[in-house]
Every structure is written in structure tokens, then in C-alpha cells.
């Protein structure tokens, strides 16, 4: 599977971006996607914790992250991965 985003380490995405497995970025780089955590952000629940990784990851806002998302993809599930990708 592509996904759309470049490589990083540790990547953000939502459950509709990504499968488990491997994976090859936009940049590219082939990978193994390893889950790390998962949120049900139904209804915002998770909003400040999320918050709180995109600012310490990314340098920027959830509300940033979900942008790029719907750019990329257009609907997102409520359903985020922290995943860790791993060059192969």
C-alpha cells in the first residue's frame, strides 16, 4: 500500500490512511508499519492528548494534522494511529 505522506518516524494517521504492514511513503521509502497506539476520537474525546503529540512530533496543531489529512484522503475515520514506520 502507498500512503500519503512522507517518511518520519513516527506518523499520525488516520485509521483510513494506513494498513498494517508494509508500506511504501510518497517520498518513496518502503517501510513496516507498526502500530504503537490507537485512539476512537469520536466526538473530539481525545482532541487534547492528540493535541499534545502533534505538538511535540510536528511542531504544530491536531487541527493542522487533520487538515493535511482531508487534503490527502477527504473523509477521515475517527479512528487515529500513532504508528511507528521502520525502513526495510
Known sequence: MKIKAKFAERLLVPANGIQLGEVETADGVRCQAEFQTT?????GVFDNELE?????????SFQAIKSIWISRIGILSDYWHLVKLIKI
Open 39 to 43: 485512539w476512537n476520537n469520536a466526538g
Open 52 to 60: 499534545d503529540i502533534c505538538q511535540r512530533e510536528y511542531g504544530c
